[in-house]
């Protein structure tokens, strides 16, 4: 019963990523490429890791986070506008995102690994979290928003209560609600206009 929440969180996701896809196919919206393609490895990793953990359906929340990030991700190479320069910060937060992921590799122990990898992809979203704070306009709020609904599903599928199962979704409820504050902090705070009597 469980499992189908888990199968619509997936789909919701893959929506949300289809309307970003299309907005970066348009160049409307401007993905951060290390972002991006950090995203995708990290909770592939966490997703096998937990696997040989015993997670089942719980899982799939997880890896529809890193699944959905590397087509964002390939899709930033096809519209030149949808470009965004990257900065010596950018590649620094990728660099240490790569050697959260190379620290996994030596320790070989499942937990270690997905604490790594929520390292590498917490990570790999500042970029995006300061592109997103500074220049609202170049983000979309629709992967986050079905992203966070994505890893909430997990929750229903989780048959024990324990780091593996639980880690990984928890971060990923907050590292979206933050995006989504970042995208809309302007429509949040706006104050309201005076009105002349």
């Known amino acids: 019963m469980f499992q189908y929440l888990v199968i619509l969180g997936a789909i919701v996701q893959l929506a949300g990523i ?11 919206t401007k993905p951060n490429k290390v972002t991006w393609l950090m995203w995708s490895i990290a909770p592939l990793i966490a997703t096998f890791a937990a696997l040989s953990k015993g997670v089942t359906w719980a899982v ?9 990030p590397l087509l964002v991700f390939i899709a930033s190479f096809v ?6 320069k990257l900065t010596p910060f950018d590649y620094i937060c990728g660099i240490l995102s790569l050697l959260a992921l190379i620290l996994w590799l030596i320790t070989k ?4 690994a997905i604490i790594f990898a929520i390292a590498s992809d917490g990570t790999a979203a500042f970029p995006t979290i300061i592109k997103s704070w500074k220049h609202p306009e170049t983000e979309s709020t629709w992967p ?3 992203g966070a609904f994505n890893a909430l599903t997990s929750f ?17 409820v907050i590292v979206n609600s933050s ?3 970042s995208v809309c902090k302007q429509r949040i705070f706006k104050s309201p206009r005076k009105t002349s009597i």
Do not use: E, Q
Request: cysteine-free; hydrophobic content about 55%; aromatic content about 20%.
């Open 144 to 146: 986050y928003t079905t």
């Open 60 to 68: 799939l929340p997880v890896f529809m986070s890193g699944f959905a």
């Open 179 to 181: 995006l989504i504050f």
């Open 18 to 28: 289809y309307v970003y896809i299309k907005d970066t196919l348009l160049g409307v």
């Open 109 to 112: 122990d499942a937990n270690i």
């Open 79 to 84: 519209n030149k506008k949808s470009y965004w």
């Open 156 to 172: 229903a599928a989780v048959r024990m209560t324990n780091f593996a199962n639980l880690a990984f979704p928890i971060y990923l």
